[in-house]
């Protein structure tokens, strides 16, 4: 059964750091891109950013663009996002999800509970 | 950047009602489009992926339609488990656009 669980979230002022994490479990992780989406309070669902199965390749929103990185370890079954510059633009709750394929240009078929994140003084 | 947009942004039905959700892609997208799922306060689930592939385990009372620039998402006989918010997204390119929803109400 795969598994996803996001940890990381809390309370950080403007212009503080913060990094998630994804612990997957119960697929074969190399194989798999993975994404984190994330929803404002009230708001939609917005795509954030992307790792390809091989960790390869990585995307970003422009929102995000220069501020959050994404990456993954293989050895740990662990994917990150990096979010520094934090704004209160950014105060979500970001989910972690699984790609069908192995590239970030798919579409997401499992999604973790999520971690919230909010950007306050 | 390519837009989603989805409309009805909200509707009321009443539950055995055929219920149908439209999404407009401001370029052709093929059929790279997925359908989710949201109920309140629960993590959003894919119901339908390459616009009208059923994901397993998702009842066959939701279907998808639509190529190019105008999708769909059917439900054929809507029950009271089937309130949420449901949004597409487009998945041909970076960034996965998502649209901005429709809320789905029992009347």
């Known amino acids: 059964e795969v598994h996803l669980l996001e940890s990381g979230g809390g309370l950080v002022q403007p212009g503080e750091s913060l990094r998630l994490s994804c612990a997957a479990s119960g697929f074969i992780f190399s194989s798999y891109a993975m994404s984190w989406v994330r929803q404002a309070p009230g708001k939609g669902l917005e795509w954030v950013s992307g790792i390809s199965g091989s960790g390869g390749t990585t995307y970003y929103a422009d929102s995000v663009k220069g501020r959050f990185t994404i990456s993954r370890d293989t050895s740990k079954n662990t994917v990150y996002l990096q979010m520094n510059s934090l704004r209160a633009e950014d105060t979500a709750v970001y989910y972690c999800?699984?790609?069908?394929?192995?590239?970030?240009?798919?579409?997401?078929?499992?999604w973790g509970q999520g971690t919230l994140v909010t950007v306050s003084s | 950047d390519i837009q989603m947009t989805q409309s009805p942004s909200s509707l009321s039905a009443s539950v055995g009602d055929r219920v149908t959700i439209t999404c407009r892609a401001s370029?052709?997208?093929?059929?790279?489009l997925a359908w989710y799922q949201q109920k309140p306060g629960k993590v959003p689930k894919v119901l339908i992926y390459a616009a009208s592939t059923l994901q397993s385990g998702v009842p066959s009372r939701f279907s998808g339609s639509g190529s190019g620039t105008d999708f769909s998402l059917t439900i054929s006989s809507l029950q009271p488990e089937d309130v949420a918010t449901y949004y597409c997204q487009k998945y041909n390119s970076v960034p996965l656009t998502f649209g901005g929803g429709t809320k789905v109400e029992i009347k």
């Open positions: 999800a699984k790609a069908r394929s192995t590239v970030v240009t798919s579409a997401l078929n499992y």
């Open positions: 370029q052709g997208i093929s059929n790279y």
